[in-house]
């Protein structure tokens, strides 16, 4: 390429290369490049939107690329034509884009929108680095590869050009190759060392883990750099360079793995070569700085490495230790780096800082554990304690010699140092307790080089009696002692090396020799004894043995010789110590003990010391001579044979075993053997002898198994085998027999096959044989059920050859053995059944078939193939034999065989089982006695089975046969009475058995067996099975009408058994409770319980009869029971079941006779319990659907208790019973209803309404709904209301008073009755108003009032007249109640009819049904009806007027109005006006009122159109006329409260009519006006002020012909002061109606506007000086106020309204303080709103204002301070704002003035005080601008500030004239610190120079000296301390800094403790100001605080001290070392 070309290129853009490139073919990640050119825009864009959307929901963070990247306003920029800044804004999205795509690379979502990216974004030609950070972590995957052939990387000079090989193979970029570029070429190896960090910064450093987003590029960059330090033999120096920089970010991150990776990266570069040891040690404190419990094994492990790898290093800082001490879990790391062996380096640093640390905490107390800064995952803080960790590694960690050395050298300097400081007893004791545990722990595991340790320490420090302390205290601390004495010995006893044991031995021997024997602790000896002689060298346990016997008697008892014998492994120790035992005087107490010890040396063949122990005269070994023939079987025999002649032999063999060992129990095993052979020993011993062999069998043969052979021996099995043979070669008696015998045979055998002793077996069954027993034997040991043993026999038998096979002699002795294997065939066991078949064939062949059963063995076998198959084929084979008739003489032998009492029951059983099959009558015959045998004894489990085996007998095949054999029927009754198998019994009763029972009365004898059982039993699942037979059979009426009326026969044959003394009444109430218990009502109880749910019931009507008289008879008694509620539950149940079963089955139909519906009512009445009025209720349901009108004539009382009791229930079911009754009942009625069917209807509601506060909540609504639902909701809706009001109104507490009728109720009924109309059409709800209203006005009201007196019953006395209607005859019984009830209950009845039409739920129907032509009727009804109503009302208020009830017939004439207002509502706007207008002629004032208060309601909430508003216009003279005509008759309050209504009735048609009808509200205006001078009556003139207000705003210039008198009437009005404050609602009057006036006609106010101000200030001044009062309404006064004033400064112009404010405030000046500042507020506001031109204008003026306001304070001295104070603040905001407003070039001009203005005079005025206070509150609000012209007040400042300073002048040189000197002073001088200090703090621009700062440094600095009289501290905290501070910040020199603090440490030399504490104050904020940087100052300082630290004012020694620690932890290093 030529250079033009060079040039040509590198000059070329990015989108230039795209936009020249190949029109074919375009660059896509996700498509071939020619494809890619087919794609449009749209297409790709929706690729793209589609993949971010799949992102978002991964995560959240992609939301906010929807806006920028991803807009489809982006499809169409074009970078090229972009600014440089859009570019590169645009960059940072993409760079911050593809930071966050970078976890989520590999997804199929990220490539679609990289592919969006490369298309519209050209990211492959402008972000090609940003790329491939988002793509290097992921350099092995093919996408990677992909998008590099999206990039350009063939230019050479590219530093991306080394990737363009791969890019061209398509292969994927090994991880080598990208570590040798970075190795060789700086620029990339920066590249990728700063991906982590740019990852970091996105995704922020909490998260961690392979789930992190940083995961992987932590990763990569970790493998890349690894790879390169391991690259070459050598690391570059320029590669080490480079990568520090990025080791020290990792190590100082918050990020985890980042961390972790630094770690990795340290750890592998220190493996490769040696750094810098400076480097070194500036990263060491940074590896346990910042680490975490979860990093913190990898931060030592690094640490240990470093020190390990780098000669240079020696240790580490103490830093690094005490934040490695904070880390939890630091032990075990440790441990774990121990034994990798990577700690030796390690640990003499570890402990150089760790040792001395822990013995301090010793002398400090501090030894409790502390886990630091917890298991979080913050920085580890807090102090550790260091001596659990040094005691932790001490004791888990092994050292060498060399380093446990050392320790010990640590501890004993560490020791004598701290000994030293221990200055109390405690502390002392402390120290030395735990150092000695410490000394001693070494001294266990390092004992050498313990001991070498402390005599180097001792023989280089003779004289150091610390030194020696330190060495007495470790266990051979002996050694230096200079004598023998108590301790010498203890620490020679315990001493780790043998030979002095054995020293401390032979000292505790004399000294038991010696006189002072007797004082030695008895206890302590025989622990040493004892101690040392199970001591694990022989010689200590012999030194022990040389004691004088004497002594070891005494000290050791037999019990602990006997231990220690037990113990001790050898002879050497254990013959001694039996000769000690054998002459020990209380060896009696242990013989048990000694004779077990004798079993277990028997055992061992230890005959020495057997001789030794039989010489000691043990009973059991009494007899036995010692000799050397056969000594071992004597020793058994004699033992056995003792044992057998004990009193106790039983209790005597458990001793022996008891807590044995097993050389004991072997050895006690042969002796039982023994005892068992000899046949001088009875039964029953041998029989306790043979359990224990049986247990110690089993025991030795698990020990046996997990034990070695060479601790049991061949011949021990041998023996035992050999004394078991013995045994049954010598039994006395038939073994078979005895159970225990033959369990032990069966373990024998057991034993004998599972070690393979096949010789011995083969010759035990050959003696059987011999014997002739073998028939026997073999059946009792095979059926034990055990199938290895069965196995082993099986086999075994099978193998025997067959001449002693032949000897069986099958014909006369094998049937037992035949029977066996065929009971064998039906083992589910295949192998079993397998043998059993290859014997059989042995034995049928060797046989010379005269045996009876030959032919049906040749039969069996035949079909071998499908018996080894299945077993279940063996029972089908046998009945398919005996059906074909061929082996009838078999199938006797079989039964001949299982009647057979001598065989086992397992045996009998598999034959029963293999004739299961065959169902024959004749096989239930032949065991008929099997079965009575079982029955009888009822024997065991195994009986048990197979007694089941012979009852599966019983079947529908034997039912008949049940019939005809009364001893086969006797049999199955026994069986289901017993209760071993009654379950299985009962479970043989199917439905098909039952049903084949022929005679009802077996029937009956099963159903009354079943009832008894269940009844009888305590076993569930006894009971479980009777329920299941009687579900599975169909009950016949017949036997169950008998079992019911048992209870009914029996009671009559009581009855006739009683004299005829007694009533009939008496006899059955007594009788029957008593019957209740009896066996008969039990049995129905049960029987009921089945019936109600039984389902399959033959002639179901018959049951009717007896439930009924059941019932009836209950019901007949009048004591109530648990037991007689449940009964009626059930037989109601039953009745249910049955009526339904009946309803169902339509061709079956019951009597009407037989329906007993009385005693249905009666039980539910008389009963308490709601289950059983919930069953009444549904058998009442069931009855009525067969007779409804049957049930009609008592439904009364059923809807009587269903209120009273039922509707109570919440519960669901409950629910539905009354809903069903409802359903069924009600429409029955309904359908008959007349005139008394609609009184019944009423009645029934009734019942409802009075059960309504006992129905649940959620259930009345729902419940009502129905019931009206079904009644007839546009009938019934109002009687139902009105029955809810009465019950209300009746119940709740009536006013004691009669004049009393605001009634009000917490009941839920009002609401209730709302939701229940929602509930109904919106026709029948107005129907339902209608029908109250003209109910409540058909009622009449007496005038007297008996509402104190009870209602009576008779009519006359209530005077009340009675409805004639039907149904209102219910509603409201007037005959019965009060006339102050029926007063309740009109007004409440009114207040519900209110509640209903404001309801939002009624105003919504009637929106959604406006076209309804039916509404409109009904609406037209309800007005109707409603104005009768009000004639009514009024019609009786009039009445009543002078009565006492003339309150109530207000208020309900009021509520009567309330109906009419929310009608009104609801109608058209036009009837609403001709209602009003008629209304409002009423010649009733209360009439008009109402009137006027509904069009005022009305009004606002209505649009009127243009016609409506015409007719609106006819109302306003008759508003008018009552609102300013006076010609009533009424009283004042009457009048005024009208009038007032009508001048708000006319505020309101002005807001709607005087836009368009301005000339007719003019006039009105100026009536008014006219009306308000004559106007007395305060409230009206308030009333006609807010008028005036409405009208001007709405006239506007229309109502300027009145301006001037409407403002004098409110001008007049505000000066009449008095007036005012004791008429504040006047008040606030003309406050609001004179803000309306200038808000509304501003232009037109300027001659009155200088009376305005000064008014509205001086009412203002007033309102504020007020204070607390104004509370309630009257808290609107001072906001109308304000109000008010800012309407003033926002509604005038500043050309007129500047000028005035001078004049206002030369007015107010001698007013109040208070009207100045609310001049003051008006201005700022003024000047907020003025705009730049206004304030140009205006400038002068204003300043000339402010000029002569700000000088408040000079001409007002005698103004009380706060006031003062508060005022020249105000003024100060008002300069403000207009200095904000201002251009430098104005405010600059001005300040001078300013400074000019307060300077002028030749001393210090009041001037300087504000001017500074103006300048302290500029400063803050310009901020750095003001130091602009804050340098013009320095020199004045700090000459101001030594003035004022009362240590350089005298105290009378400023304000000499004044009366507050002192006040003044203090104040002028606080407001040039404040102003200062706020130049400094917002200094920017280099303010503070070195001259400025030499001016003001003396000053400031003196004034610690300035010592006021009171508040000096307060001054110099809040003032002196902050200025000084910033000062020093602001001129950020510390060459400056130096002579500043040198002043102030010079004043920590006065005279005064509190100009010396100041001084501190002063520093310590310094130090806190500068941090670090006062290192640099403290060389000056030190020598100061050094003389500080010994004041005499002990409060300034602490403050000193205070200060030195702040600052220490500031500096971060004592000071100490500096004093």
Known sequence: ???????????????????????????????????????????????????????????????????????????????????????KKLDETIKLFLLHLSPYFLLKPAHKTLEWLIYRYQVHLYNIDDLLVCAFPYHDSNIFIRLLQTLNLSDPKSKWHWLEQAQKHGTQLPCQTIATHAYKDEGFLNFVSSIPEQFI????????????????????????????????TTVKESF???????????????????????????S?????????????????????????????????????????????????PKRCFKHMCRLPGIVQHLEHLHNTGSLYTFWKPLMKYLVPAAIKDCRLGVTSSSDGGGANEELIAGKPSYWPLLESLLSDCELDEDHAGYIIQLMCES????????HTEESQSSLTERVQAMLRLMEQKYSQAVDAEIQKQMESCDDNKLMQEFALLSISSFKYKGSDDGVSMLLRLNSPYPPVRVQGVQMLAKLLQSEAADSIDGEFVSNALDARLRDDDVSVAAAVLDVDYTHLHHYLSAKQLVDVIKSVHTNKIRVPCCEVLARHPHIAAVTDDVMKLALMNAHQRNRDILSLICSMGLPLLEGLVVKKANYYEKFRETVAKNIAVHDQPNTQMEILMEDANMDVLQEMFAVLVSLCAMKSVSLDTKRVALSHLIQLQHKIGLQTKSQDSANCPEESLAAINTGIIKIFEDWSGDWHSSESVVKLYHSFLSNLIAERKVEMIVATVDSWIQKGDFDRSFVTLVMREDDSLTLNLLHLVIELPDDILDGLHLAQNGKFTVGCLLSLLMSDQKMIRKLVLKLLARLDGLSDNSYKLHSFVAALLSQSREIKTDYLHVPEGVAKFLEEGKFASTLNELLKLIVDETLPGAMVRGLMLALSSYRDSSVLVGIKDLLRRLLDSNEGVADLRLLCACLDRFDESSAELLAKEKELWDLFVTALQSPVCQQHALSLVSKKMFDGLQLAALKGAIISHSLDIYRKTEHVSVQTEISKLIKRITLPAEVVTDILNSPLNAEKTDDSMKTKKFKRSEVKTSALPTGLDGTEWKRVRLLLEWLQNKKKLENSGLLITPLFNLITCLLETSLESPESDYMKHLLLGSLDNVLNKLNSESDEKVPVDHLNIESIVQCIRTSQNPQTHQQALLVLKSAAKMYPNRVLHHVMSIFTYMGANIMRQDDMYSFQIITKTLDTVVPEIVKASDDSGEYTITSIVRVFVDAYPHIPEHRRLPLFSKLLHTIGDYKYLYACTCLCIENLTTSSPIPESTNEYDWKTTSSQPVFLLSLFTKFPLTSQLEACTRMLEFLSSLQYDSSDAAAKPARKTPKKAKLVKSKNSITDGLFDTTLRTPKQLRHFTYESSAFIVSLLSSSAFVEQVVNNQDDSDLTSNFNQLVEMGLCYIGFVAKETSKYANHPTAKFWKALLHKAYEVLDKVNALLPSLVFIDVISSLLKSDLILIRRKALDLLNNRLPQTVFKENELNSLVDLIPIVKRIALDHTSEVDDNEDTTNRQTALFSLKILTRVLASTHSSLFAELLSELCEVFANMQMVAVQANILLLFGELICQLKVAALPSLPAMISCVVSTLQQHDLLHSN?????????????????????????????????????????????????????????????????????SPRVLVPVFIKTYTELITYKPEAVEMLMGIVADHIASMGKEDLSAQYHKLLDLFLLALDYRATQHEADPFLLEETEKSIISATLKMIVKLSESAFRPMYFKLYAWATREAEVSDRLITFYRLSDQIAETLRGLFSLFASHIVKNASDVLNLANSSKTSKNTLFQSSLHRDTKNMLLCKAILNCLFKCFLYDTEGFVNKQRFDMLMQPLVDQLENLVEEGYEEYVKEYVVPCTSQLALAVGDDSLWKPLVYQICLKTRHSSAEVRKGSLHVLRNLNSKLGEDFMTLLPETIPFLAELMEDDEEEVELLCQDVIADMETVLGEPLQKYF
Not at 242 to 254: D, H, M
Not at 276 to 294: A, E, G, H, Y
Not at 415 to 420: C, D, G, L, T
Request: charged fraction near 20%; hydrophobic fraction near 40%; include cysteine.
């Open 1 to 87: 390429m030529t250079s033009l070309a060079n040039q040509l290129k590198s000059l070329a853009l990015p989108h230039t290369q795209a936009i020249l490139g190949d029109e074919r073919k375009r660059v896509s990640l996700l498509f071939d490049p020619s494809e890619a050119a087919n794609i449009d825009k749209e297409a790709v864009f929706a690729i793209g939107i589609s993949g971010l959307e799949e992102l978002v929901e991964v995560d959240n963070i992609f939301i906010e690329y929807q806006k920028s990247l991803f807009n489809e306003s982006a499809s169409g920029l074009q970078r090229l034509t972009q600014t440089s800044d859009v570019n």
């Open 1624 to 1692: 504040h609602l006047l008040w606030i009057s003309a406050i609001t109606t004179l803000q309306k006036i200038v808000e509304s006609v501003p232009q037109f106010l300027s001659q009155y506007l200088l009376d305005l101000t000064t008014i509205v200030c001086k009412q203002s001044s007033v309102v504020t000086s007020g204070g607390a009062i104004y509370k309630g309404y009257k808290a609107q006064l001072p906001l109308r106020l304000k109000s008010l004033r800012e309407s003033l400064a926002k509604e005038f």
């Open 415 to 422: 020791y004598v140092e701290n000994k030293q400081s221990c």
């Open 268 to 316: 592998s570069l220190c493996s490769r070569v040696s750094l810098d040891s400076n480097f070194v040690q500036s990263i060491l404190p940074l590896l346990t700085k910042r680490m975490t419990v979860r990093n913190g094994y990898e931060a030592i492990s690094c640490l240990v490495l470093v020190l390990r790898t780098q000669p240079s290093i020696q240790g580490f």
């Open 240 to 266: 080490i360079a480079q990568l520090a920089t990025f080791l020290l970010k990792g190590l100082k991150s918050r990020n985890d793995e980042y961390k972790c990776s630094a770690y990795m990266i340290l």
């Open 201 to 232: 910064d996105v995704h922020g450093f909490e998260r961690t883990g392979s789930n992190s987003p940083v995961h992987a590029a932590v990763a990569f960059y970790t493998k890349i750099i690894l790879m390169g330090i391991h690259m070459s």
